[in-house]
């Protein structure tokens, strides 16, 4: 029996609006009632996450920062794995040799290395890949941009950061060039100390290797009393792909899902604009509901 369900946010749980839809807060919710635990597994951090969940009164855990950060239902942290500043600047030494922006997650608002006129340009560039069709002007009116404006910061070099006692939970690195991104994994591949995925194909996340969202939810609920077989995940992008290749006794994939994520799920659901969370709770607690009630078996295997 399923007793905990992991969702990913953007892709998954919230609409292409980065909103979650009111029937898929209902279906969480219903599933909360039944008794399940619902736990939130995100490459943004915890402040962000919070953006789109204030006030939908959702009753959750946090897995936030791609694993970097564990918070209870009380939003108390119980876990982290930051990464180490020699970790941090051994990445930077390979990074900085490419004409890239590079964010520096922390547990509060990004930062980026530069000046104040570097940083927002910086910002600007990332948020016109949202607004391909956008004049430069136009893309600072945009609430995308004053967004990421608002919570960044500029820092003149990672001494700065280290001096202040910031801990560090993963470098954000995005571009058009999906070429030089594959040439920086490949250069960052051969350090085992880093885990290296992405949410869209114009982006790199690095982390501490043990800052991975299925290591991470398996140790998390395993301190709760829950076992690998009684937890349902579900993601869209690379960077679930820790938590739907493992074992657990439901993995699912978005079927607006990258296809490496769908090939490794065991289920596919429907995609995120056609509620598929939803759809995939309201399946597992009809099975569950009816094995309770004759002991006997699902049909079939697919949600």
């Not at 292409?16 to 597994?41: Q, W, Y």
């Not at 569950?288 to 699902?298: E, I, V, Y």
Request: aromatic content about 6%; some cysteine; charged content about 30%.
């Amino acid at each position: 029996m399923i007793k905990v369900i992991a969702s990913d946010m953007d892709g998954t749980l919230l609409g292409d609006d980065h909103r979650i839809a009111p029937g898929t807060l209902e279906a969480v919710k219903e599933a909360v009632n039944a008794g399940i635990r619902f736990m939130i597994c995100t490459g943004r951090n915890f402040p962000g996450a919070m953006e789109e969940l204030e006030g939908e009164d959702l009753v959750c855990d946090y897995i936030v920062s791609s694993g970097a950060e564990v918070r209870d239902p009380e939003q108390r942290v119980v876990l982290t794995y930051p990464m180490s500043m020699e970790l941090c600047r051994r990445v930077y030494s390979v990074i900085r040799e490419y004409p890239i922006s590079m964010v520096i997650c922390t547990d509060g608002c990004d930062y980026r290395i530069g000046t104040a006129g570097e940083v927002e340009e910086s910002i600007l560039m990332e948020a016109m890949l949202f607004h391909m069709d956008t004049d430069r002007e136009a893309v600072r009116k945009t609430p995308v941009f004053q967004r990421m404006k608002k919570r960044t910061r500029a820092a003149a070099s990672l001494d700065e950061l280290e001096e202040n006692g910031v801990p560090v939970y993963k470098l954000f690195l995005f571009t058009e060039d999906r070429e030089m991104l594959a040439q920086i994994g490949k250069k960052l591949e051969p350090d085992r100390e880093i885990a290296v995925a992405s949410s869209f194909p114009t982006n790199l996340e690095i982390t501490d290797v043990r800052a991975q969202k299925g290591p991470v939810l398996r140790e998390y609920a395993g301190s709760l009393g829950y076992t690998m077989d009684e937890i349902m995940v579900l993601g869209d992008s690379l960077n679930d792909l820790s938590m739907i290749s493992m074992d657990f006794g439901a993995t699912v994939a978005m079927e607006n899902a990258d296809p490496e994520v769908k090939q490794a799920a065991k289920y596919i659901t429907k995609s995120n604009e056609d509620l598929g969370v939803a759809y995939a709770i309201r399946e597992l607690l009809k099975r569950q509901a009816k094995l309770r009630g004759d002991n006997g078996s699902p049909d079939g295997e697919s949600l």
